[in-house]
Every structure is written in C-alpha cells, then in structure tokens.
C-alpha cells in the first residue's frame, strides 16, 4: 500500500508561482516512478511531469522550462515548483506513483493522492 498526499495549491495571479508537495508513505521501491498529473475543468486527466530512480525527469511541452519536478528520495517527497503561471495551468494537481522503472506522462499510474488546486486568474 502507498499513501500519497498533496499540498501546496491555491489561487495566483497570471505570472505568480506555486510550489506543490506531495508526501509518499508505505512501500515505495528504489527503482520507480513519480509524477504529477492535472486535471483541468471539463477536460481529460494529463501529465505534467515525471521524474524516474535516477532523476530522470521528463515534462510536458506546455510546462517545459516554466515546471520542475524534484525529489528527496530521503523522505520520499515530491515538489512541482510551478513558475510564469498561467489561467491555462488551472487544474486539479495530482501526485502519482507507479512501483516501475518505466515513466510516462501518460496518466496511467497505480497510487493517486486526493489531489490538490491550483486557480490562475487572468
């Protein structure tokens, strides 16, 4: 079992920045993948960025160069350092968590946290 819990969200003017948590628990394996995935209103699931065991990370093209996603495999968190906002980037943010080597941006991942919000306003 893997318990995922996301913080960090809440509204920002067009251009702010953000930076999302997401603390991971119970049996989480060296070798796996991170990511985190939005919703936006009214539109499919996406990801946005994942990161692999060795800090391979891969991003979506709408949030290259403005998104980072780091972790401290220490204590097992996850940040999304979320920079140059825009209304676009709403969405509900959700950590996620595969126990494989393999990472896509495809949301298709086994552990989920309760997901948290992210409002840009114009």
């Known amino acids: 079992q893997v318990h995922l819990v996301e913080s960090g969200g809440g509204s920002v003017q067009a251009g702010g920045s953000l930076t999302l948590s997401c603390v991971a628990s119970?049996?989480?394996?060296?070798?796996?993948?991170f990511a985190w995935v939005r919703q936006p209103p009214g539109k499919e699931r996406e990801g946005v960025a994942t990161?692999?065991?060795?800090?391979?990370?891969n991003y979506a093209d709408s949030v290259k160069a403005r998104f980072t996603i780091a972790k401290d495999n220490a204590n097992n968190t996850l940040y999304l350092q979320m920079n140059s906002l825009k209304p676009e980037d709403t969405a509900m943010y959700y950590c996620?968590?595969?126990?494989?080597?393999?990472?896509?941006?495809?949301?298709?991942?086994?552990?989920w946290g309760q997901g948290t919000q992210v409002t840009v306003s114009s």
């Open positions: 996620a968590y595969n126990p494989t080597a393999v990472c896509r941006l495809r949301p298709a991942y086994n552990f």
């Open positions: 119970g049996h989480i394996i060296e070798r796996s993948c």
């Open positions: 990161i692999d065991f060795d800090g391979t990370t």
